[in-house]
């Protein structure tokens, strides 16, 4: 890859700071001229929540760049994304979980870039090793316990789940979805295939049927005490107890307990410069700033989910207590994560 040196990108419009930033984007693409008219840049995102559009303004006010989203499901937007091909509007594409950051990853999508800034705000097992994405968000794998049911002091590690004391207890998302594929990557990496494989087992003997389509009804399932035991993001529970989602699960999510387990697998959103991208640099601000301290916070809050670096004041994940991440790579997550999914399959997780 050829490296375009350190640009400096002046913004021409009244009022605006002049702003360094250091990158350099893939091969082939020119490097921009300081720029004169207003820069527009697309945003292709798996997320879907309001808020998020509130940073985008945020960018643009600083920046003067224009930010036009297009917000829809994950595995949509990589199929319009490679459908496009360089003909797509997008220049950033931010995806949810390790799962489909390398699927998008593994079809090109993305282009490796170089940001100082990212190396800095992106702890490095957040990151893509060729700067491909960058986390933004972090997002914890929790578990949601009945306390009426299930003393949640039992539940110490994922391991705890596959207990047969659980069994018919235990309410589980389907094996598509890319949060579990990635947690049954995680223990891959940490504790090797042989005792995943027994671990997958335990958990799919102790599952009451069904297997759930998103982990919302599951926490909602938890707390009407038709299962004991769940595995959730926290987020969804947050998001119950903050009343967005209705008094209904306002007053459920008050039901139930949410367990960090000992360590926890840590998941992230991430961006990355598209492959196709019409203005990579201005793309490149856009992830700096939402990976950035000021930025990131806002985004992660957006979606009751913790930054990059510290817990942030969301005063519902302050209640569900404090979390050890694994520390394992997500990088390496989404290399491990159809081995796992195919484990998944194997061991009858529906
Ligand atoms: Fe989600």
Known sequence: MKRIPSATLRL??????????????????????????????????????????ELYRQ????????????????DAIIERLKSEGRNTPADVLVLVDAARLDIATDQGLFQPTRSAALQRDVPANLRDSQGRWYGLTRRVRAVVVNPKLVNPATIRTYADLANPALKGKLCLRERKSPYNQSLVASQMILRGD????????????????????????????????????????????????????GAEDKRL??????????????????????????????????????????????YA???????????????????????????????QIGSRSRAATQMMEANGWK
């Not at 920046?63 to 994950?74: A, M, P, Q, R, Y």
């Not at 069904?210 to 959730?232: H, M, N, Q, Y």
């Not at 989910?305 to 004041?313: A, D, R, S, T």
């Open 301 to 331: 809050e957006a979606n009751n989910e913790y930054p990059l670096k510290g817990v942030g004041n969301n005063p519902y994940l302050k209640g569900f207590g404090t979390f050890r991440a694994d520390g394992v790579s997500v990088e």
């Open 194 to 245: 042989a005792t995943t494989r027994n671990w997958v087992r335990g958990m799919v003997a102790n599952v009451k049927q069904p297997f759930f389509t998103s982990d919302t009804p599951l926490a909602r399932a938890v707390a009407r005490g038709e299962c004991a035991v769940g595995v959730v993001n926290s987020y969804y529970v947050a998001r119950m107890l903050s009343g967005a989602g």
């Open 253 to 298: 999510a008050q039901q139930v307990k949410i367990v960090y387990v000992n360590p926890s697998h840590v998941n992230i959103s991430g961006a990355g410069v598209t492959r196709h991208a019409k203005n990579p640099q201005a793309a490149l601000r856009l992830i700096e700033f939402l990976a950035s301290p000021t930025g990131g916070r806002g």
């Open 12 to 53: 021409a419009a009244a009022g605006l700071t002049v702003v360094s930033i250091s990158t350099a984007v893939g091969a082939g693409l020119a490097q921009q001229a300081p720029n004169r008219t207003p820069v527009e840049i697309g945003v292709y995102s798996g997320r879907h929540y309001n808020t998020d559009k």
């Open 59 to 74: 960018f643009t006010a600083r920046t003067g760049i224009k930010v036009n989203v297009l917000e829809s499901k994950d």
